[in-house]
């Protein structure tokens, strides 16, 4: 049964590589139903900022109402950075899959992106 309560999707985001972001790199973190296969993903919930001079890892917090949700919905959390013109630096490589089930808090840890060429 849904919680009636919203639930925060939580962890953070980081990259393997020793290099400084710019001040005006844009961090981006979305929570997708990504239930079908030959279908755009549907964004549910996002969380953008300009890095401003931090640094890697940046935390996220993504909160959703479970009750709008499919519950035999397929649900992932992508991250990515770029820099102020748009183009893509880091972006994640793998599925990072959420399951949504009561708890009011889901923590995924650290999400690794990887650069992009």
Do not use: C, W
């Not at 001040?23 to 919930?45: G, R």
């Not at 949700?69 to 880091?90: E, H, K, N, Q, W």
């Amino acid at each position: 049964m849904p919680s009636e309560q919203p639930v925060s999707v939580t962890g953070s985001i980081t990259y393997r590589e020793r290099m400084a972001l710019p001040p005006t790199a844009q961090v981006e973190v979305t929570l997708a139903d990504v239930s079908l296969m030959d279908a755009p993903s549907k964004t549910i919930a996002q969380q953008s900022f300009t890095a401003d001079g931090r640094q890697v890892p940046f935390a996220f917090s993504l909160t959703v109402d479970e009750r709008r949700l499919d519950p035999r919905g397929r649900y992932s959390v992508s991250g990515r950075i770029t820099d102020a013109s748009g183009r893509l630096m880091f972006i994640t490589d793998t599925h990072n899959g959420v399951t949504f089930d009561g708890r009011p808090r889901i923590d995924l840890g650290t999400l690794v992106l990887v650069k992009t060429r």
